[in-house]
């Protein structure tokens, strides 16, 4: 590749050339009228409806739905660009305002939906295409949904209940200052700043960083493990009382569309296998030359490695990772450069962290990261842009069948780090940086499986435990436990950890969300077993998943790959694959990293 790649701005200019020029006028000005359009239909949605009258409507939908999209991208764009910026913070505060406006106003429509007789939904759907499954989905929340009006007092008194609960959660947590004393000088910082120094060679600096973390938490303890109490009895009042779901991690899972078997059968698995990472901290003590790890020290790096790539090399890895793979894919990542929809340089007020933000199908994905070379950064990039070929393979599908959901969501993203990484070792010749490459692997396996798996039982319990009146202390021992089973006798806890849960965003804000992560990253491992032991022959399968985007039930679109979700192999198939990463590492000779 010839192309030489420079670190950059995006450009907006393919949604809108600004904020307030004519044609966001008249984007809003279209949107309205779209809108009471499609409130003129109400009518017209009786039992008898006929095919083309009723996909009439939802093409007037959807239409409404794009171009709501559009300005709601541009807004949530801009103001990541710079979070400092005051006119971009006011436009997003006004669009979201008036897309909720928009969204009572064409609520009626799914509640009519939900509401229709089996026989003549089934005879509607019949005729739906590639809407089809959409439609299906959101009757399957029919024995969860209230009335209109009750729909809609859920909704107001929500923005002043839960939904100010996690804001003031927000509020509260983003305003602490931690204190760490680095090279002598004390430093204040915030959490993501903080958190950089979890993976740092000092061992005493690893300790300190985290005893600050929760030092500064547990002395809110009290006030923030109240509001989570709050947060889980109004789940429950909802989940369960209002809306009859099982138990409360089922509403999650319906929303996921996967059945409670498969995540109870995750989640099971996954703790018969605590011992990989177990293994894998007594083989890190060792590396690290110490009898038994401490909690402070399972990001700790093994060796002293510091390499870094400049961006147009970055670039080019990626590139290379994706071609060797299937040039389709490395076409599509290079889509994302050539139209400037990549957002790469550090700047002061932009947004922390990366993403990848699709708006419509027919528009290539946002993409956004903040890179400084270092190698998780480069993975970085390959992960986001692989989202952005997921999105993009899926294009053909409708705006409502095209976002996989969320258990998919992580499988072209995490895939594609995989890649990069297996050429990484490929050329890496030296044996520090490819050793820190390989346990920095089974780092990340382990936070996004089993750390959120664990979370994930921690909320089954917490969420029962409440419920029978339990205090906030009792959690907090609620919560040792769980770390004692996790870590077992590999990894020597200390106390403060007991306040760990109630600075988990997750839990708080979307509960029963974190088994998602562990879902898609063991997917993914068995996935990649397959690519490993097939070749070319898996290719055109895996292709597959992605294109179906969100047109299918996952367990279904896993099914034709031929992958069972339902068995509990498949799940021990992806921890097969740490286990022959750990047994790898086992086998290297030790050496013992000097500080
Ligand atoms: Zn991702």
Same mark, same amino acid.
């Given at each position: 590749?010839?192309?030489?790649?420079?670190?950059?701005?995006?450009?907006?200019?393919?949604?809108?050339?600004?904020?307030?020029?004519?044609?966001?006028?008249?984007?809003?000005?279209?949107?309205?009228?779209?809108?009471?359009?499609?409130?003129?239909?109400?009518?017209?949605?009786?039992?008898?409806?006929?095919?083309?009258?009723?996909?009439?409507?939802?093409?007037?939908?959807?239409?409404?739905?794009?171009?709501?999209?559009?300005?709601?991208?541009?807004?949530?764009?801009?103001?990541?660009?710079?979070?400092?910026?005051?006119?971009?913070?006011?436009?997003?505060?006004?669009?979201?305002?008036?897309?909720?406006?928009?969204?009572?106003?064409?609520?009626?429509?799914?509640?009519?939906?939900?509401?229709?007789?089996?026989?003549?939904?089934?005879?509607?759907?019949?005729?739906?295409?590639?809407?089809?499954?959409?439609?299906?989905?959101?009757?399957?929340?029919?024995?969860?949904?209230?009335?209109?009006?009750?729909?809609?007092?859920?909704?107001?008194?929500?923005?002043?209940? /839960?939904?100010?609960?996690?804001?003031?959660?927000?509020?509260?947590?983003?305003?602490? /200052?931690?204190?760490?004393?680095?090279?002598?000088?004390?430093?204040?910082?915030?959490?993501?700043?903080?958190?950089? %120094?979890?993976?740092?060679?000092?061992?005493?600096?690893?300790?300190?960083? %985290?005893?600050?973390?929760?030092?500064?938490?547990?002395?809110?303890?009290?006030?923030?493990?109240?509001?989570?109490?709050?947060?889980?009895?109004?789940?429950?009042?909802?989940?369960?009382?209002?809306?009859?779901?099982?138990?409360?991690?089922?509403?999650?899972?319906?929303?996921?569309?996967?059945?409670?078997?498969?995540?109870?059968?995750?989640?099971?698995?996954? +703790?018969?296998?605590?011992?990989?990472? +177990?293994?894998?901290?007594?083989?890190?003590?060792?590396?690290?030359?110490?009898?038994?790890?401490?909690?402070?020290?399972?990001?700790?790096?093994?060796?002293?490695?510091?390499?870094?790539?400049?961006?147009?090399?970055?670039?080019?890895?990626?590139?290379?990772?994706?071609?060797?793979?299937?040039?389709?894919?490395?076409?599509?990542?290079?889509?994302?450069?050539?139209?400037?929809?990549?957002?790469?340089?550090?700047?002061?007020?932009?947004?922390?962290?990366?993403?990848?933000?699709?708006?419509?199908?027919?528009?290539?994905?946002?993409? +956004?990261?903040?890179?400084?070379?270092?190698?998780?950064?480069?993975?970085?990039?390959?992960?986001?842009?692989?989202?952005?070929?997921?999105?993009?393979?899926?294009?053909?599908?409708?705006?409502?069948?095209?976002?996989?959901?969320?258990?998919?969501?992580?499988?072209?993203?995490?895939?594609?780090?995989?890649?990069?990484?297996?050429?990484?070792?490929?050329?890496?010749?030296?044996?520090?940086?490819?050793?820190?490459?390989?346990?920095?692997?089974?780092?990340?396996?382990?936070?996004?499986?089993?750390?959120?798996?664990?979370?994930?039982?921690?909320?089954?319990?917490?969420?029962?435990?409440?419920?029978?009146?339990?205090?906030?202390?009792?959690?907090?021992?609620?919560?040792?436990?769980?770390?004692?089973?996790?870590?077992?006798?590999?990894?020597?806890?200390?106390?403060?950890?007991?306040?760990?849960?109630?600075?988990?965003?997750?839990? %708080?804000?979307?509960?029963?969300?974190?088994?998602?992560?562990?879902?898609?990253?063991?997917?993914?491992?068995?996935?990649?077993?397959?690519?490993?032991?097939?070749?070319?022959?898996?290719?055109?399968?895996?292709?597959?998943?992605?294109?179906?985007?969100?047109?299918?039930?996952?367990?279904?679109?896993?099914?034709?790959?031929?992958?069972?979700?339902?068995?509990?192999?498949?799940?021990?198939?992806?921890?097969?694959?740490?286990?022959?990463?750990?047994?790898?590492?086992?086998?290297?000779?030790?050496?013992?990293?000097?500080?």
């Amino acid at each position: 590749m010839t192309d030489t790649y420079t670190l950059s701005r995006w450009s907006l200019a393919d949604l809108y050339p600004s904020y307030d020029g004519e044609a966001m006028k008249t984007a809003f000005a279209e949107i309205e009228n779209l809108v009471a359009e499609f409130e003129t239909r109400r009518s017209a949605l009786t039992a008898e409806i006929s095919p083309d009258d009723f996909m009439a409507i939802v093409r007037q939908f959807e239409a409404a739905t794009r171009l709501a999209s559009r300005v709601n991208g541009f807004a949530a764009l801009w103001f990541t660009e710079d979070t400092q910026n005051q006119a971009a913070q006011n436009f997003l505060a006004r669009v979201e305002q008036f897309m909720a406006v928009m969204q009572n106003r064409t609520l009626f429509f799914s509640l009519w939906w939900k509401d229709l007789d089996e026989a003549n939904a089934n005879r509607l759907m019949d005729g739906a295409g590639d809407y089809r499954y959409w439609l299906e989905q959101m009757r399957a929340f029919k024995p969860h949904t209230l009335t209109e009006p009750e729909e809609k007092i859920v909704n107001i008194k929500d923005t002043t209940g /839960v939904n100010a609960f996690k804001t003031l959660y927000d509020t509260i947590t983003n305003r602490y /200052v931690f204190k760490l004393t680095v090279d002598g000088e004390e430093k204040e910082l915030t959490r993501g700043e903080l958190s950089v %120094y979890v993976r740092h060679h000092d061992p005493a600096l690893r300790a300190a960083a %985290y005893q600050e973390l929760y030092r500064v938490y547990a002395q809110d303890s009290t006030i923030l493990g109240m509001m989570y109490q709050n947060l889980v009895r109004d789940w429950r009042n909802e989940q369960i009382d209002l809306r009859h779901y099982a138990q409360p991690i089922s509403a999650r899972n319906l929303a996921n569309d996967i059945p409670d078997e498969v995540i109870d059968t995750l989640l099971k698995v996954s +703790q018969e296998n605590a011992g990989v990472f +177990q293994r894998f901290f007594q083989l890190k003590a060792r590396w690290l030359g110490v009898e038994r790890l401490r909690r402070y020290d399972i990001y700790a790096p093994v060796v002293k490695a510091d390499k870094t790539y400049a961006f147009d090399k970055a670039a080019e890895l990626v590139f290379d990772s994706f071609e060797q793979f299937d040039p389709r894919l490395a076409g599509l990542a290079q889509r994302v450069f050539a139209e400037k929809h990549l957002d790469s340089e550090v700047r002061k007020g932009k947004q922390g962290g990366a993403f990848c933000y699709s708006i419509n199908p027919d528009l290539t994905p946002w993409v +956004q990261v903040n890179y400084q070379g270092r190698p998780d950064d480069v993975a970085t990039l390959a992960h986001e842009l692989g989202h952005a070929i997921h999105s993009m393979l899926a294009e053909k599908h409708t705006v409502f069948t095209w976002h996989a959901c969320l258990p998919l969501a992580e499988t072209a993203s995490t895939f594609g780090e995989m890649m990069l990484i297996d050429r990484l070792l490929e050329q890496e010749t030296d044996e520090d940086v490819r050793r820190d490459l390989l346990f920095r692997q089974v780092d990340d396996a382990y936070a996004t499986i089993m750390r959120q798996i664990y979370f994930a039982l921690f909320e089954r319990t917490a969420h029962q435990m409440t419920q029978d009146g339990a205090s906030v202390d009792e959690l907090a021992e609620a919560y040792l436990d769980n770390l004692r089973q996790h870590f077992g006798e590999a990894v020597e806890l200390s106390d403060e950890f007991r306040w760990e849960w109630v600075s988990i965003f997750h839990i %708080y804000h979307v509960p029963f969300y974190v088994y998602a992560y562990a879902f898609g990253q063991l997917l993914v491992f068995a996935l990649y077993q397959q690519f490993k032991a097939e070749g070319e022959a898996f290719k055109p399968r895996y292709i597959k998943i992605l294109s179906a985007g969100g047109s299918n039930a996952p367990a279904r679109i896993l099914d034709e790959a031929g992958i069972d979700i339902r068995k509990a192999e498949f799940w021990q198939g992806g921890f097969d694959v740490i286990r022959d990463l750990v047994a790898q590492l086992e086998a290297l000779p030790v050496k013992v990293l000097q500080v």
